[in-house]
């Protein structure tokens, strides 16, 4: 099995079980469809335990065993992330208090109390269950431990919890009062007992107090997993722990889940996964745009561990839950499927295998739909790719080659969505990250998208936009970075605050003033229809909106364009500055694409033996013997690639020779090197 | 009286019994205005009970003698619509709770706990008082019970009536569990007691639960009904009973009142009313169209009991509650009130018989304004239609003509709407509904809109479209009437849910493959601005958009248009299959309202002796002996229309030759035939 | 000190008390900006009370010593505005209930209860510590009582005080059930323990309830400032009293707070300030457009005493709770200073001196910004306002010579703007009020915003857009005003509700329709995209929208214009009627700001010894000696002007010749005459 890319997905037979012949079809069509692995029982409690203290464990059983009849393998779920009734009804406290202080009732899921001392324990004893009971299956492969952490509690447990959580980081009340600058609207605390949780019925406009509770509600999360995991990994030691993470890119945002740092987090999993639900096909944005959505994330949970990580949960038609639910074009799943490969999925998971019958899910697309058959084009999907991700299973385990990093922090975008100035209705941060991130991925230039907590002397390049809060430990690093030959880039919003959201007083911190040789003075936001211009010294004029630094260089400093109008017209508007061996750039506007592409065409080149039309992308991954190149169509239209050298394409085995070639819509090849 | 149309409306003397003059100016304007009945006493109760147990009729007396001494009739009212502020501050219980948990407060009205012990004990006892006191009153017509019942409460009585409720329907908790698929996400209830109504707190995502609270809050609104009604029909068992129904078509919605299944309550009142409040002069469409939707409601309304109903309030100017209010262009209340009428309505009555002085409703057009003039334009109009109505009398109890059904259920309705996929924001049931209407509307086809429950038999066409939940009991019912020679449309969305919101497994339930000879699979939701096209045999294409659904044809179905573009370009867009006696359309995409006119008018034709200019709509009824044509210009301009046979309008009195005639803007004739 | 206009601002010391370099810094700047004058202590309750009954007046001693130090004078404020922690942690009953009935949680500021006993105790204790230990402080110049009031409050103790008031207003209960017409949905109460105050969960359409409230929280907080000045009344009976009034004119808005009725508030109060925050730059409307929303409230503030008044916020660069907020660009902060001192303030102080360095407030625009810089261009900006105040303090203590009053009646806003009918979507009583402004505005007239009980015998010209609600005291002094030599203009919606929102029955009031010479029928009441057209007997044509006024003219009514469609085409749609010694004009429809230019200049012509281009704005200020004149471009252009005799400049000190002169973009000038 370790040498075979996942393809599978949730399985919930626990809907099923008055059907065994849906449940015999099941396995029929599994080995059909040329899947090898399953996430059993993520919502199994009430069938696991139907009644408090009595377990059923027989159909799980016989599941396990079929699967591994076949030689699939199976991702065994705890089942924490749905409380069963009898549950809820006996121990109300596991259910959630919302931030207007009502306790919620029964239903829905991912809305437990994280803190529930009941609900811990409740979660301890099925989770031994289920380790003691399948610790030497043969099938069992991984823990998918619960589903899509998310949401917050405001019970007294919480509220508790959250005081000793600010006691511990704090200290003393005095330290506490100075990072909330609490001295303003007379809020100085006496004591910690005074502190509750955000909300709309008290104090909301604390920003270290937003902060710090979305810090808490991180902690918490990752405390109750931990909590979760401690029987797996008492008694099953060796078997790896995931847990999948989501992502925003079914509308114009683009972001992973924003709920908890990843950084923290990811340190607590073997492998990273996450649920990834584009939405192609779509009237706002070309498909190609979509893609380089869904690349981005992708990068970002490659490296949050520096290596492959699985889609967990994918669909290979439509969801039920965007605005508007599209089914994908034929080609699309192969391509898009492909696409997470290339940069870094080892498996393409499906939510679900099966479309339940009722409820609000049953029109999520799954591989066998309610027609029970393996002929519908769906099903025909699923299958090609289940062949091809067999034929090209040497993929598995080889690395992505990036010298560029763009520097994600959630902790700083809580921040920047959090401050009142500027612009109120949306700093933009995604939207920004996502258009330096595409300006790299138009020229197929592999990027990392890292957490500010990882080691930057690796890359050649380090991008950080819109770093509103830098704390002290990360400016020092960037300080080394540039300081050691490192080139850096930033823009407008820099070092403001500190990780307290205290404003560094004096102006932009000194080791950043030195790196970037400028001062940052006013900053100009921009209404909608307003826009300035960035001029080059040669000329070449590009837009500049929403947001104009406006700022001072240091002796030194290289003035690459200026603004083009307003008050500041003629002031630096990007900049270069060399400090000792390498080199720091500030971009002062909002810009397009089309500036960061010219921009950052100067500083890094793509290193392919391949070339294609616009909106082919290429992408490698490559081990110790060989490079491998996605190449990918994400248009409707058939387009050009010419090759170097003869190189094989490992999906059909057959050799494409150099010079050029023909690549349909939504075509792939994987090309060996 | 039983030879008259209603004319009159909502009297509230119990507002100006301090104003004497006001209560003798009003019975000289009712004399004056040729008005005939009234509703008296809706919100009166605390006029007719000022303290606990103390009644006061004296005031109602003398209003019932006076009207009475004119030859009016009375509509008596029972006042639970709105309680006595003693009531409520003595028993809270009678007030809601709502769906998150709060309880209400006094004030407003239309929202009394239906499950309340007290509030059915009160309610009973104040009409008890009313029907022996009025019994023998000769002005006593009908019982107006309550008024617009609507709303839900979430209170613990209610909680346990919906408990009940689901235990009489589902017998056992393994039924309950399987109908609400509730395995999914580990909601399998152990018993009864754990299930509460759907809530923003707690569960509001499985499908059947809130279609099942919807239809427990039907049957809660009619068994309040009846508890309020035991007393009437005890003592006044020959006055008939009838409460007002609402509609929604003063935006670009155009629906009954969602609120109760109306196939239910209407076999308990004896009359069927509703009250109308059309959008006239809008900016969005064309006077036409308002009329259209008008029409549309009214048809079901009628057709609800298959007989003549009530308008039972109206305005003769405008409403206060639209966005924007404007008053009725001159000739636009004779018009609209005939154009009731035209689809079977006895009676117009009107919100209300003079102006409130205070509080919300002051400015909700009536027929006495606050000049308590009897000289100005609207109190005019009112009066003319108050002659017509006496003119055009033997139209009273004359029937509809129709022989196209258009199936219209709001059980439907609920589900599709909280169905997740396809297209969330909005699904347009009720836009798509009203669209086929028009296509018929435009061509003067009478169409009936049934209720599923309704005999088929008599129909020789019936639309059925969006029918995305279909009972066993009505796909037999369809299967059996094309079986016998009728033609059924049916469109997307077809036949994809039961009662119980579960899919059915094995794709399109097979009485219906075998009528329209089709299996569906996959349907594509479109963004606004994608369009597919629906190309017939001809070549003439159709723009097709939103949904497209995707099926193949079975051996012997004729396909009659194909779909245009996209991977199902050349697949099937609309089939006919011969089935039996009969014959089944299926039309694949949402289409224009040029296609459906095209299409209709290949399958059924107008049989009128009267034709007319676009925006006139020919209306007919009849009875044994005369066929009667309201022949209505809903357009700003004059129009032309051509008899075939000389006919008199029975407004005028005057006859009308054979061959054209102009017809002025928003003109009206009534012509017998 | 009272020979200088105020400059300077809030100045929040406590904030930095752990920063003694910063705290000396702030003396220092605040000599070298030329400011003269500080609120101090506005949050600082935590400062000075640490925890309850323990004292700490160290600090601002020493601050009152410091700005004494340098000449400077401080408005001492009363820290209610932000209790600290301990308060209500201890007592809880000091933070509101919100009309929902949940209990506020400690959090944010202007929340507290003014009923709460607890809280006007405390207030009192440390108001009073306050006056007695500075009473004899020579810098203490003024009280600045607490901050921007406004909210409400559902608690126990206000809902007992609503009830107080009610029957302290209606004596008995009949009254109050006359007055709310609640006989109306059976609301008639039987005693006022009966009545809560308007809210989502009970009564929110009855509306003269909801003005009564609104009336109540107007007296509340009132009679809350009113305990809080007691102390300082009886200590320090020479230090005059002032509260900061709030304005909106960020969006497209133009008013002032609306959450208390200002003639009576203005009352109790020595000086009238307020906090204006215009949103300068935007994408929306003209810099002259901004300017004349500046204005108009400006002069509505100005004329609630008839006196200057002062800013007392402001901001010299940007707010951080604009949707989007931009600095002020060079040149700005002078002009729009002046711009306010142009109408009548005597001072421009800011929010804040000091930029905070955390919380929510932390990017509002200071003087002293986070470099801690004297030489950025905001702090240059804000010098050079010092130095041109110190040059024309000689226009302290000038008048306004208006002849025009414009009358505007927060009450009538509130009644009108709850009136269920016409136009549901936004009355737009303040967008009309500010049209007719503007139509003086733009040619220089000036113009008095009055309330209704000031004295109309000293103006040319009244003009009472929108009178909507008019109280029969009301509608006496506008009939002698006529009677009198008056000139009086009113429009649509005239007249008619009275003070308890009842509808004058019989049509227009007799006194109104004696002095305009006319009847008003209905409204009809436009689409946005439907237009009518106002036709002047000379046959020029104007745009009539959103609302049209029908009415007949009684004999010797002269029509001035009609109606030019619909209808009621051919109607009069303006009219003129000569009473006794005066005249009115009722405008039928409402129109635009062109047809107003051309209506009012009819009526009344500037008298200026200046000319200028249009969007070059002339105040004037005079006192018994001279007359200052205010030349002011607004605009992003260079203007011409021309001076009809030689002036002084008193800015420059220079003096400008008869005859033309430019005058730079943002420009501006004050002409001595």
Chains 1, 2, 3 share one sequence.
Not at 441 to 451: K, L, S
């Amino acid at each position: 099995m370790n040498d075979r890319l996942l393809h599978g997905g949730d399985y919930n037979p626990d809907q099923w079980l008055d059907y065994p012949s849906i449940l015999a079809d099941d396995i029929r069509f599994m080995k059909d469809a040329k899947t090898n692995a399953f996430s059993v029982g993520i919502f199994a409690w009430a069938a696991l335990e139907p009644t408090e203290g009595n377990f059923n464990f027989q159909w799980l059983d016989k599941i396990m065993d079929d699967i591994h009849g076949f030689g699939g393998k199976v991702l065994l779920a705890t089942p924490s992330a749905a409380r069963p009734a009898w549950l809820a009804q006996k121990y109300p406290e596991v259910l959630r208090t919302n931030n207007l202080r009502q306790k919620m009732l029964f239903g829905a899921r991912h809305n437990h109390c994280f803190s529930s001392p009941v609900y811990r324990e409740k979660v301890g004893i099925i989770n031994r269950k289920l380790a003691e009971r399948y610790k030497n299956h043969p099938a069992l492969y991984m823990w998918h431990v619960s589903n899509e952490y998310n949401g917050e509690c405001h019970c007294e447990y919480c509220r508790e919890n959250f005081r000793k959580w600010l006691k511990d980081k704090y200290q003393t009340i005095d330290n506490l009062n100075h990072a909330y600058w609490s001295a303003f609207w007379s809020h100085t605390f006496n004591d910690f007992s005074q502190i509750d949780p955000p909300s709309p019925l008290g104090e909301f406009a604390v920003h270290n107090h937003n902060l710090d509770w979305k810090r808490f509600i991180s902690y918490m999360t990752i405390d109750f997993y931990l909590n979760e995991v401690a029987p797996l990994k008492e008694i099953t030691p060796d078997i790896p722990l995931l847990t999948n993470f989501m992502g925003e890119l079914f509308t114009r945002g683009t972001y992973p889940s924003t709920g908890v740092i990843h950084s923290d987090f990811a340190r607590e999993v073997d492998v990273v996964t996450w649920d990834a639900y584009p939405a192609w096909h779509n009237d706002y944005e070309t498909t190609a745009f979509t893609a380089s959505k869904l690349a981005y994330i992708n990068d970002f949970y490659r490296s949050l561990k520096g290596k492959p990580f699985l889609i967990l949960e994918s669909t290979p038609s439509m969801v039920n839950w965007h605005p508007i639910n599209r089914p994908k074009r034929p080609g699309m799943h192969l391509l898009s499927s492909l696409g997470c490969v290339a940069h870094g999925a080892d498996g393409i998971m499906y939510f679900q295998w099966r479309k339940s019958r009722g409820s609000s899910e049953k029109f999520h697309g799954a591989v066998v739909d309610h027609d029970n058959s393996g002929s519908n084009r769906v099903y025909k999907d699923v299958k090609e790719l289940g062949h091809v991700l067999e034929s090209i299973k040497e993929i598995k385990d080889t690395s992505t080659p990036a010298k560029v990093a763009l520097i994600y922090d959630v902790e700083n975008f809580w921040a920047l969505s959090d401050a009142q100035g500027f612009n109120n209705i949306d700093k933009q941060y995604h939207q920004t990250m996502h258009t330096h991130y595409r300006a790299f991925w138009t020229q197929n230039i592999p990027v990392d998208v890292i957490t500010p907590d990882k080691d930057l002397t690796r890359y050649d390049l380090v991008v950080a936009p819109m770093l509103y809060m830098a704390s002290k430990e990360l400016i020092t690093k960037l300080h080394s970075y540039v300081k050691n030959g490192g080139t850096l880039v930033a823009t407008y919003m820099l070092g403001i605050v500190n990780e307290n959201d205290l404003v560094y007083l004096g102006g932009l911190p000194s080791p950043l003033k030195e790196i970037f040789g400028i001062n940052i003075g006013e900053t100009d936001s921009l209404y909608p229809t307003q826009k300035n211009a960035l001029i080059m010294s040669c000329g070449k004029e590009y837009e500049a909106f929403d947001h104009c630094a406006i700022f001072d260089v240091l002796p030194g400093t290289e003035v690459l364009a200026t603004y083009g109008s307003d008050f500041y017209k003629g002031n630096p508007a990007l900049t270069r500055n060399a400090f000792d061996k390498g080199q720091a750039y500030f971009i002062g506007p909002r810009t397009g694409e089309d500036f960061l592409v010219d921009f950052y065409s100067g500083l890094i080149k793509a290193d392919l033996p391949i070339n294609g039309d616009e909106e082919v992308s290429i992408q490698e991954r490559r081990n110790e013997k060989n490079r491998y190149f996605f190449v990918m169509n994400y248009s409707e239209e058939e387009k050009e690639i010419s090759l170097e050298t003869a190189m094989e394409d490992i999906i059909t085995r057959q050799e494409m020779t150099a010079g050029k070639h023909r690549i349909k819509p939504y075509g792939v090849f994987v090309l060996k090197h």
